[in-house]
T-cell receptor
């Protein structure tokens, strides 16, 4: 158990719908990262938050958004869902990276299926 | 941006053999290279990492080597066991990239008993 929690574990929804994925980082970790893992694209970085502020952005679609709340949990919102959004979504957390890289701890993931 | 190539995509070995997975990266500024193991349906877990100020790091049956000049790094697993079967991902990151890892496409390691 990494200490990172994600809910829900599985999500099945229809095209055009909107869903929210939730992540709670390890105690003491200020940084939260979101990744999308699909068979054809591998593990892709979406977005990072540090202590409530957006820190870095990756290949995140405009239909996707995220935020980190004062209690440091984070939510990833996916809207106007398409079949291609079906994937495993991971959240990871780390101590705030500064000039040294820190290990990222991954949550168990949320499997999203869009039908 | 950074680009990480990983080979092979699939590696099949007999129990007790060694396994080697190789990665190359493109950004010479990259200085942190973690390796993750992901079992089927599970989360990626860090198994070993190396920073650019060292050329090799070992942890029991696992070792990683880094060649900064050639911009490649490798994972070596000795005396493989069936429980080593998983997908292994290499990654590269740098301070300029906020240490966001760029992952390789993964290697599916199958260890036959």
């Amino acid at each position: 158990d990494s200490g990172v929690t994600q809910t829900p574990k599985h999500l099945i929804t229809a095209t055009g719908q909107r869903v929210t994925l939730r992540c709670s980082p390890r105690s003491g970790d200020l940084s939260v990262y979101w990744y999308q893992q699909s068979l054809d694209q591998g593990l892709q970085f979406l977005i990072q938050y540090y202590n409530g502020e957006e820190r870095a952005k990756g290949n995140i679609l405009e239909r996707f958004s995220a935020q980190q709340f004062p209690d440091l949990h984070s939510e990833l919102n996916l809207s106007s869902l398409e079949l291609g959004d079906s994937a495993l979504y991971f959240c990871a957390s780390s101590v705030a990276p500064t000039v040294v890289a820190y290990e990222q701890y991954f949550g168990p993931g949320t499997r999203l299926t869009v039908t | 941006g950074e680009n990480v190539e990983q080979h092979p995509s699939t590696l099949s070995v007999q129990e007790g053999d060694s396994a080697v997975i190789k990665c190359t990266y493109s950004d010479s500024a990259s200085n942190y290279f973690p390796w993750y193991k992901q079992e089927l349906g599970k989360r990626p877990q860090l198994i070993i990492d190396i920073r650019s100020n060292v050329g090799e790091k070992k942890d029991q049956r696992i070792a990683v080597t880094l060649n900064k000049t050639a911009k490649h790094f490798s994972l070596h697993i000795t005396e493989t066991q069936p429980e080593d079967s998983a997908v292994y991902f290499c990654a590269a990151s740098s301070a300029g990239g906020s240490y966001i890892p760029t992952f390789g496409r993964g290697t599916s390691l199958i260890v036959h008993p």
